[in-house]
């Protein structure tokens, strides 16, 4: 849950031993508009955003680990909360290399 003020810096979700392939969103926001913030991004090799989501009741984002993303600070004046269940889809096997370098 993102209340008013929340937001989730840059990250790429590596984290040791954990051999996670792909990272995911679900989201069960309703009626979200995009200037009340709390959108997931997507950071390109030079750093500035590349692709962004608006978050929209039953969607699901799905991505690679390691990709650098982020959510953006949900706004003061936003009328309700980000609603989201997050997690990771990871191997049994030993996944390589994954670094806590910077990915993209």
């Not at 600070?73 to 609603?83: D, I, K």
């Amino acid at each position: 849950r993102y209340r008013p003020g929340h937001v989730l810096t840059a990250h790429n979700d590596v984290s040791a031993g954990m051999n996670r392939l792909y990272g995911y969103v679900l989201n069960f926001t309703r009626e979200w508009r995009a200037d009340w913030g709390g959108n997931l991004v997507f950071y390109g090799p030079d750093g500035h955003i590349e692709h962004g989501w608006v978050p929209a009741f039953n969607a699901l984002n799905l991505f690679v680990v390691p990709t650098r993303h982020a959510v953006t600070e949900v706004a003061s004046f936003g009328p309700r909360h980000r609603l989201s269940i997050v997690g990771w889809v990871r191997s049994r096997q030993k996944v390589g290399p994954q670094t806590g370098e910077w990915s993209y």
